[in-house]
């Protein structure tokens, strides 16, 4: 499906909604709506688990996003965490550059062999930059044919992607809402040393808002000003990089496999251009509906952050090395996905239209793996009739204890059937006049269409197993 249908789509049937929609929206800012909000959960509970379930050594934290602001001095973001924008006069957009040169060179199809040539151009730009020669690089923005053919590229700026907020009106102190969760986890480090039993190698995970400035349109989920991020901070020892480093890797390619999107959505990509705190730096990329783009980021960060909190706060951030026999400041490899661009990412490439069959008629179907699913199953009455509506309501007042359920007795069973394709509820449950004497209800499964009758009693250990998550967490080991 084309990504204006799938857009459309996810408002249609209660998934997102544009933010302040009655006052015409505001730029990459979205709410879930009442199905998005349970895909959403369930995304975040996966991740959740499969890492502090799953891991021992692996704990978990919800800090403020309000912080101190030195915070942002000593981690570099007051003074590094800038992007550089170009301007266009035609259509009175900013673009970020660095994204402005790789679509440049996605839509021009710019081999991988001809790599070079992108750094090339990326680090003489922000050379050119850092010498203050900005008509040299619009001279060339508007030499080189990008973005359709757009002329009049006629400002280059950079700003600090944070928000800031007085801390006091006619102060000149600042808070700044936070760009990124890990900064909670870090300055938490030795709460965390002094009152768990973690010792290195260990890790804290935090999944929360972040807010970033940016302003690039039309991206929907994919590029949003205020998103939520899950991470995962893993404090090692400084010989331990390499090896920890290729651990999360696959680690996280595995989990995002599990999900099963398919292995040619993902690839990863290694980067050129690190941010201020990282030394080495892996993205993995998923085949959006608009290409291969950033799903989530492995770096290296060092012990950068621990080390300048440790000059801020003159706190001692050191921890002894058996094996060395002395101390240091952990080194960290970090794991950060965002939890809105999963969503996009399972939503997107989950949604088809499909020909039936039998009956030669469409339908479109969120072909999402069951135990993401918003609603587990749909309890009908086969037609609006007394007893087979009580039995019904009986079954789903029974089953809504375990199960996020829908009950729905309004038009034909093909129509109900087609609504619940459509939001990626797995099982259909029928309650017929059959049931009456049998006690058997029909369970229609989404994907294949297929039926079963099966023992009312047998339901929830029937919906168990087709909608637990545990099975995902199977295809972690
Ligand atoms: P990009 O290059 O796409 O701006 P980034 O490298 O700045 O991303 P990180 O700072 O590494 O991203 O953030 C970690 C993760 O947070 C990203 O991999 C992505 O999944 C998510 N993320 C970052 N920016 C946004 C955004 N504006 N909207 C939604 N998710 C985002």
Redesign the pocket.
Known sequence: MSFKEIVSHAKQYGFVFPSSEIYDGIN?IYDYGQYGIYLKNNIKEYWWKSMIQINENIIGLDTSILMHPNIWKASGHVYKFKEIFLYNEETKYSY?L??FIENYFQEKNIRNKEKNLKNNLIKYIYKKFKENDKEKILRLINKIKSKKNLRKWTKIYEYNLMFKIPLKEHEKKNFYLR??TAQGIFTNFLNVLNTSKMKIPFGIAQIGK?F?K?IIARQF?????E?E?M?MQFFIFPNQEKKWLEYWKNNRLKWHLSLGLGEKKYRFYEHEQL?HYAKK?Y?IQFKFPFGF?????I?SRTNFDLKNHEKYSKKRFRVFDKEKNNFSIPYIIET???L???FLAVFSSSLKKETIKDTKKERIILKINPALSPIKAAIFPLIQDKRLISLAKEIYKKLKLDFILIYEEKDSIGKRYRRQDAIGTPICVTIDFKTLKDKCVTMRFRDKMLQKRVLIKDLKREIKKETSMKKLFQLLR
């Open positions: 990459a970020r660095d994204l760009p990124e972040v970033r940016e989920l994919f590029r949003m000003r998103f991020q991470e941010a730096a993205d783009k950033e799903l989530e980021g770096h950060s996905v965002g809105d661009r999963i």
